[in-house]
Each structure stands twice: as C-alpha cells, then as structure tokens.
C-alpha cells in the first residue's frame, strides 16, 4: 500500500483489519480498538485513537486515509426530519436523511451517486448515474448521522436503504457496509432493522436469498400488472411485474420471511380501483407488508399526488379485498424530502453557475 493508493479506513472488514495487523507484526487485538474508535466511539482522526501506540497511529495515517463527509447542505424540517447534501472527494454529491420520530430514529441512506434505472416519479435518476458509493462512503453517511440523532429523543436505531441508487447495483459495498453495522464489535444495530430496497433485480433478491443476513427486503413495486409498472418503471422491461412477483414468492419460501411492498401512489395512475384490485389479487396469499406511500411532487416531472381522501379510498378498496396495507405520514414535506431532490437542485445550479 502507498501514500498514492490508501483507502479509507471504513472499507476494511473486521477480518481484513486482523490480517492487516498481522501483516505489520500488530497483536489481532489492536484490530479491536481500531474497530471501537472508527465506529463505536465515532473518531474522525488517527490521533484520537488514543490507546494505540503513537507508531500504530503512524502507520494507519501512512497506509489509511480518515476523512468525514463534508456536509454543503442541511435542511430541517418541522417534524425534525433532517437532510443532508454530502460532497463526496471526487465532489459528486449525496443526500442522506434523519428521520427522527417519538419510537426511533431511521436513517435513510443512499447506495449510488446518481441512479441508472430512471423511474419516471423519481428525481434521483434525473441527472443519470455518476458511480457507485464505496463501503467507506456508505458508513460515512450512517456515522453522521448516528453523531446527528444524538441530538434526537431516540438514538439511531433504524436504516433503511431507499435514497438515490439501487441497492442491489452495488451489492457488494453495501453487504460489506451492512455487515459492520450489524456486527457488535461495528455500530451494532440489529439485522431486523435494517432494510434493503431494490427495484426487482431480480438475479440478485435470489442471490440475496442465500446470505446468511436477516436483513430486511422492500421491493419497490409502484405498479399492479406490467403494463402500469411500464409506464413507470423502465426496469420493468428487463424484469416484468410477473417475474418479479415469481421472484419474491420464490424469496419467501427460501427465507421464511417477509417482504415489504412499496407502493407510492400517484393521482389517476397508480390510485384506481382498477389498481387496487390488481394488487389484491397479485399479493393475496404472500407473507408480506404493503406500504402506500403519498407521491411527493418533483417540479421537473409531470405527476400529482393523490387527495388525502382518494389515498384512503384507495387502503379501503385493498381491505375490503384482504390486503391491510399502511398508508405512510409523509415526512419533511417543507424540505426538498423526496428522493435526489436536493442533489438535483445542487447540480442544476452548478449547471446554471
Ligand atoms: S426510485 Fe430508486 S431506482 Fe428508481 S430512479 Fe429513484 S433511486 Fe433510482
């Protein structure tokens, strides 16, 4: 490893921080310590890592680099949801989410700098798909906003992965970073609360079916039959509604767990009673959660949310048909909250600079 090639410090496993100190003739336990100061004490330089030998703290600084997000944005809102734009070192930039309420505190976090899968209500996928996020870079946002929460009721408890980017696209990264959230000796927040989101790659839900991580699944299904998810969704054409709807039972009966469906919901497209009887029947039978999410407009693009009353209309109609489904409280509706908003507007003023 050289000064010209160092990687930070948060790309590294626990198994990986072992050999790395076996490497350099280092006890296994000083990975330990490491492991503390990165994530549970939330250090941000080699020189607070005040219990390793001042040569150790040399040696990292030489072959690691530690450098924090630097935050350019930070929106809150009333409900205290808070939003931040990050600048990434190659200054592509990111948005991470702290959404605090009165049982816990979630982080939504993003996978990508920019999305390739361009679905049609979504403005992260506006501006096209710049790369994917390092290990490093996706525990970076989750660590900032763990120091955040503290300011919260509730400390950080919940992640979910539904900012800009598909999860699945950048599967390895975001395995390895979830793994070092999950693992005691990492930030230590239990499997179960964690939550995954994928458009429906559906080579990867089965690829995911075989971990052995209990992490939560959410497909973001927006769509009743292939010719609705069509319109909205471009992936749709790779891995139609039907296939998708294979995959997942196929998920379920290999993981014994549950899916969530996300489902937003859009005036006169995805609210109707045509749709609501769609999605009852494709979903009867599955152990699964339905969560109707209020579109929340971008300017650029043509849709409209739904009434609150035709919202409920809509979780009434899927009822009476079997289907309990939560209808979602939007959150931080005074802030550029929905998905790659504040990142779009960062670029389109760059762009206009
Ligand atoms: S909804 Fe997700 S997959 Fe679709 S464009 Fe937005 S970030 Fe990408």
Redesign the pocket.
Known sequence: MTAMNKTDIRNLSYEEWTRYCASIGEQPFRAGQIFEWIYKKGVWSFDEMRNLPAPLRQRLSRDFDLKPLVIVQKQVAQDGTTKFLFDLEDHEKIETVLIPTKTRTTVCISTQAG?????R?????IGGWKRNLSCAEILSQILHVKEESKKHQKPLSHIVC?????SFDNYDNLLKALRIVNDARGINIGARRITI?T?GLIPKIMEFAQEDFQVELAI?LHGYNDESRDKL?P?NKKYPFTALMNACRAYIRKTHRQITFEYILIKDITCTEEAARELAHHLKGMICKLNLIPYNPVRELPHKPPTHEEMQTFQRRLKALGIHATLRTPRGRDIAAA??QLRHASRKSKEMA
């Open positions: 999305c390739k899968f361009g679905c209500f979504c403005a992260s996928g539904m900012g800009t980017g598909e989101s458009v973001s969704m992936v998905c790659g």
